[in-house]
T-cell receptor, first 113, second 111 residues
Framework: GAVVSQHPSWVICKSGTSVKIECRSL??????MFWYRQFPKQSLMLMAT?????????EQGVEKDKFLINHASLTLSTLTVTSAHPEDSSFYIC?????????FGSGTRLTVV | DAKTTQPTSMDCAEGRAANLPCNHS???????VYWYRQIHSQGPQYIIH???NNETNEMASLIITEDRKSSTLILPHATLRDTAVYYC????????????FGTGTRLTIIP
């Protein structure tokens, strides 16, 4: 299956700053990647679908201007949390499709203080 | 919305078989049943998937009922490292259809 590298694993930032999370496909050309968010003791919630070379598709209730997604190449998608606030603290996970089901990144734990 | 229903939690003794049920009564003919698990603070890990026939791999077995309205994931000899949240998901196996997660089953392996 595909190998996905997500970076950073964890990040602490001050309220009002922006944080960029990278998701790289190491051995698979991913035209589509998905970004999920997971709050403590809850399930994964899809935030957006990242399409290479075009605008991302956001799920209902997810602010596209706050969660900026860029998928400029077949191996890299980035999620930028802009003007982060404590309520954005969460576990962010990317994934891309493959022939054996979707491969997930290891996740990024964001803490906004 | 997730199209599957799973028990919230289950316990299993170490070394015994863990049987995790999943109901997916509204599954469509072109939808597969996928199982993933998530160990604390990690990304989900693919386990197995199937359409209508039973499947087995190095991690687990998947038993799908004949009417495809339910399935069971079997971990044959559970170890402490199998403690995780297990998600049953249905999706069509083409294109880049998104995965919709339900609440999953929190499996605890007891020493």
């Amino acid at each position: 299956g595909a190998v996905v590298s997500q970076h950073p694993s964890w990040v602490i930032c001050k309220s009002g700053t922006s944080v960029k999370i990278e998701c790289r496909s190491l051995d698979f050309q991913a035209t589509t990647m998905f970004w999920y968010r997971q709050f403590p003791k809850q399930s994964l919630m899809l935030m957006a679908t990242s399409n290479e070379g075009s605008k991302a598709t956001y799920e209902q209730g997810v602010e596209k201007d706050k969660f900026l997604i860029n998928h400029a190449s077949l191996t890299l998608s980035t999620l930028t949390v802009t003007s982060a606030h404590p309520e954005d603290s969460s576990f962010y996970i990317c994934t891309l499709g493959g022939d054996r089901g979707y491969t997930f990144g290891s996740g990024t734990r964001l803490t906004v203080v | 919305d997730a199209k599957t229903t799973q028990p919230t939690s289950m316990d299993c003794a170490e070394g015994r078989a863990a049987n995790l049920p999943c109901n997916h009564s509204t599954i469509s003919g072109n939808e597969y049943v996928y199982w993933y698990r998530q160990i604390h603070s990690q990304g989900p890990q693919y386990i197995i998937h199937g359409l209508k026939n039973n499947e087995t791999n190095e991690m687990a077995s998947l038993i799908i009922t004949e009417d495809r309205k339910s399935s069971t994931l079997i971990l044959p000899h559970a170890t402490l490292r199998d403690t995780a949240v297990y998600y049953c998901i249905v999706r069509a196996n083409f294109g880049n259809e998104k995965l919709t997660f339900g609440t999953g089953t929190r499996l605890t392996i007891i020493p």
